[in-house]
Nanobody, 125 residues
Framework: QVQLVESGGGLVQAGGSLRLSCAASGRTFSRYVMGWFRQAPGKEREFVATISWIGGNKYYADSVKGRFTISRDNAKNTLYLQMNSLKPEDTAVYSC??????????????????WGQGTQVTVSS
């Protein structure tokens, strides 16, 4: 089992940057495929990015490709999401998640067993 705690959200102007962190408890962080999802008010949760166990495989939603970068530091049990060139439509609650899938990546929310509580990102125009 793993517990996840996000941080780094906040208010930023369009074009700005933020880096989200997701701290994981336990000693088996490197065994999980990790992902970031977001949910805006009145909308369904959507996939943002996923990363394999040691970071060799990364996949992004088309809406964030080229602007966001997912990474992980297994020695620190931490997942990151660097967000650049932020747009107002990026405003959402961002959550990290852990999956025990044996695949290299997981883009479906139902494939994740553990979730953090989320951190709010607000991008002003």
């Amino acid at each position: 089992q793993v517990q996840l705690v996000e941080s780094g959200g906040g208010l930023v102007q369009a074009g700005g940057s933020l880096r989200l962190s997701c701290a994981a408890s336990g000693r088996t962080f490197s065994r999980y495929v990790m992902g970031w999802f977001r949910q805006a008010p009145g909308k369904e949760r959507e996939f943002v990015a996923t990363i394999s166990w040691i970071g060799g495989n990364k996949y992004y939603a088309d809406s964030v490709k080229g602007r966001f970068t997912i990474s992980r530091d297994n020695a620190k049990n931490t997942l990151y999401l660097q967000m650049n060139s932020l747009k107002p439509e990026d405003t959402a609650v961002y959550s990290c998640a852990a999956s025990t899938t044996r695949a290299y990546a997981q883009t479906q929310a139902q494939g994740y067993e553990y979730w953090g509580q989320g951190t709010q990102v607000t991008v002003s125009s």
